[in-house]
């Protein structure tokens, strides 16, 4: 494929700065914005440390449209890839106006931005939250989406935007990617999840109890119908899902429209199956204790990950000890996250 030059929005957040690696590896230009709201610029220069490559980097805020337009004016952008959002459910539901106007303005704002510079190419960053408290397993694109919380609501929009979007300007080329449960890190350990504050998702969280900066797991609930009552996730290694971006992009030029694809491995892990994985990759026992369920939790959400496979012949290659391994080598090697 002809090398492009892509915009990617939110590139140095954790899934961000994945993709920048797969992509300027694979011999494309990359262009960043991030207003590093929650993301550290110090993820860019390991990009550039991990591929050799420069590249530019723009701290705007998706709904500037003078200084979104801006980047697209010093720029031949290709396509672009879409990240940058606010991404955590129990905060949506405290303040869901920011929500909408950052994800829904931010992304009709660039889809705007774009079409003002006739760039027709978008991979956009959606989420499994779309499909809402379903016990379907697996969950495939034809499932109806019940969103159950401003951010999830926020993503559905986005994608109802983005299709809406397709069909009255012919020439758009969109595909949507709905992650489930990214975790993991670059194997080098030069990238990784860092968020800031206490982590509210568990993956973090069991790293940075094995490093000593938290002491125990909340377990959230060991009362769902699942096999040993915690709660099941499809968790996928960030590389592969990095990579399914550049694979993406290969793909938008197959037709016009807009495209959903899950984004997952197909199999359920427990939290307590995650649990002994991650102390058996960081080879100590992760404290943990049952606490009451989260609210807003499912018992289970597993992708039907067949689609991508069948079109593209598209499937992970990292398994669940990949993961744990990998997230504790970036732990272990960054053991209070990246330098500030
Ligand atoms: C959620 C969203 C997902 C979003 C992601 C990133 C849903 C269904 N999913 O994933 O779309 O992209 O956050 O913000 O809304 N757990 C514990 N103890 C902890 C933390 C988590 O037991 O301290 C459990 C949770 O109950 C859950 C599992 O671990 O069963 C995974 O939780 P988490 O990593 O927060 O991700 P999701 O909530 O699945």
Redesign the pocket.
Known sequence: MKPETVLVTGGAGFIGSHTCVELLEAGNDVVVIDDYSNSHPSALDRVREITGKSFAVYEVDLRDRAGLSAVFEAHPIDSVIHFAAK???GESTQIPLEYFDINIGGTTNLIRTMHQHEVTRLVFSS???IYGDSSAAPLSEADPANPT?P??LSKWMCEQVLSQACVYIPELSVIALR?F?PIGAHPTGRLGEDPLGVP????P?LSQIAVGRLTE?????DDYPTPDG??I?DYIHVVDVADAHRVALEHLDDRDGFRVFNLGTGSGVS?LELVAAFSKACGKEIPHRIAGR?L???AS?IADAANIDREWGWRTRRDLADMCRDAWNFQRQNPEGYPV
Request: hydrophobic letters at 40%; aromatic letters at 14%.
């Open positions: 991404k955590a459910v989420s499994c939250s919380n951010y999830a992650y449960n509210n998702n568990v993956m969280y797991l909340s377990v959230f609930g915690t709660a996730r939290v989260r807003g939790d499912v959400l």
